[in-house]
Structure formats: structure tokens, C-alpha cells
């Protein structure tokens, strides 16, 4: 089975290493992205398999961002999972067209098992 690609992009570097030391460990291979501004040219240059998203960001919002690749051609099939310490951030994502939502703090193990649920299908 060939390995996934799962980019993430928030602009916590600590949550980053996390999630990223965490989903090699499961067997992903992981792209960060701490700029949002650069997350469409990171998408077109590493094309994942899934994008972890964080909602609020400064410069390109998670809401701005997802509008961008739902909008595009060659990104608008892409998978989104959107992390928010927001409590009215599901309803955004769902709003926007994300795939999943997870609130912060989160649980890995849910991140893992709405990862698996989403790349399976």
C-alpha cells in the first residue's frame, strides 16, 4: 500500500512538531506548513493526500485557505480536516466544505482515527 501524504498547516510551530513527530509514527509521510500564505504552492509541490488545517491563522485564514482549494481545479477534491479551539468552529468547517473537524486541545488518537476514516474512502 503506498504511503500517504498528509500536509498540515497551522501557525503554532509546537502543535506542528507534534502532530508531525505523531503521524510519522503512524506511518505518514508529513508536511508542515507554518505560513498560510504559502499553503497552495506547498499543496501544488508535495500534492498530500489530506490537508490538517487550522482555522485561525493570521494573513490566509483556515475558512480563506479552504475557500481557495475548494475553488481550484486541481486541488478541490483534497481532503480537509480542520483543527479550532473555536466553539463555533465545526460549523464553520462544515460551512466552508471541510471533511472533518477537530476541536483543540485534541486527541491524537482522534486525529488518527478521522484521518484513517477519510483516506479510506
Excluded at 476541536?103 to 488518527?112: E, G, N, R, S, W
Amino acid at each position: 500500500m503506498e504511503t500517504k501524504r498528509i500536509m498540515i498547516c497551522d501557525d503554532d510551530e509546537g502543535i506542528l512538531e507534534v502532530l508531525e513527530l505523531y503521524l510519522e509514527l503512524e506511518g505518514y509521510v508529513v508536511f508542515t506548513v507554518a505560513n498560510s500564505i504559502k499553503l497552495v504552492e506547498q499543496i501544488t509541490l508535495h500534492s498530500p493526500d489530506l490537508l490538517l488545517l487550522d482555522l485561525w491563522m493570521p494573513l490566509l485564514s483556515g475558512d480563506q485557505a479552504i475557500r481557495i482549494i475548494r475553488e481550484s481545479d486541481m486541488m478541490s477534491a483534497l481532503p480537509i480536516i480542520v483543527l479550532s479551539a473555536s466553539v463555533d468552529g465545526a460549523a464553520v468547517a462544515t460551512a466552508m466544505g471541510a471533511d472533518g473537524f477537530i476541536a483543540k486541545p485534541f486527541d491524537l488518537v482522534d486525529i488518527t482515527s478521522k484521518i484513517n476514516t477519510i483516506l479510506s474512502h
